[in-house]
């Protein structure tokens, strides 16, 4: 079993809808919790960051994570063309350095 | 320009071949990494390294190598090329962020690699 389970799709929605993204996971050590955005051809960047449980909104971005569901979302309001790419979800412990552990990412196309 | 530098952004060689795929970057950053990318299995960790005498392996490093010729400049080679290396590899930096926060990482362009 993989540490973290993505889906990868694709997915296809139509611009405009609520897009939702998710991973699962299976070590409960897992502390911080990001999104990584990465479009065709270019290299993954940072897009959400949060640490712990709870939630983050950033615009029409909103990540959770549920610890106790070891599960992850990320929700895109309003979704645009401009946000077709594939989204990775990324997890690592706490403290020092600890590396990043991906999950095989979700591709997301959004049309007109 | 670009913090986060890779070349080649393509390659195509033989098998058997020693290859090499450099990484530069401008953001002055201590830590840097190389990642390769396959469909369905995500980014996995090949080596780090977390200045120019600490060199550390990651989960997949069987088959290559790597040289940190200074702070900017991290270096992955592949001694003898095989096909199953073909794959998109990443170069990323970071560097320690507030404390107890984990690092952002920042990614280049990438490399697309194919061995025949």
């Known amino acids: 079993q993989k540490e973290v389970e993505q889906d990868p799709g694709p997915l296809s929605v139509p611009e405009g809808a609520i897009v939702s993204l998710n991973c699962t996971y299976s070590n409960s050590a897992f502390q911080y919790f990001m999104w990584y955005r990465q479009y065709s051809r270019k290299g993954p960047e940072l897009l959400m960051y949060?640490?712990?449980?709870g939630n983050k909104e950033d615009g029409r971005f909103t990540a959770q994570v549920d610890k106790s569901s070891k599960y992850i979302s990320l929700f895109i309001r309003d979704s645009q063309p401009s946000d077709s790419a594939t989204y990775l979800c990324a997890m690592s412990f706490s403290g020092g350095y600890n590396k990043l552990i991906f999950g095989a990412g979700t591709r997301l196309a959004v049309h007109p | 320009d670009a913090d986060v530098t890779q070349t080649p952004r393509n390659r195509i060689t033989k098998t058997g071949k020693r290859i090499m795929l450099e990484c530069s970057q401008t953001k002055g950053h201590d830590r840097m990494y190389w990642y390769r990318q396959d469909p369905g299995l995500g980014l996995r960790l090949i080596y780090y390294?977390?200045?120019?005498?600490?060199?550390n392996k990651g989960e997949i490093s069987d088959g290559y190598s790597v040289s940190r010729q200074a702070q900017a400049k991290f270096s992955l080679s592949l001694e003898s090329a095989i096909p199953n290396q073909t794959a998109l590899y990443f170069c990323a930096t970071s560097d320690l962020g507030t404390s107890g926060r984990t690092d952002e990482q920042f990614f280049g362009p990438g490399t697309r690699l194919t061995v025949l």
């Open positions: 949060t640490y712990s449980s």
């Open positions: 390294s977390f200045d120019v005498k600490d060199i």
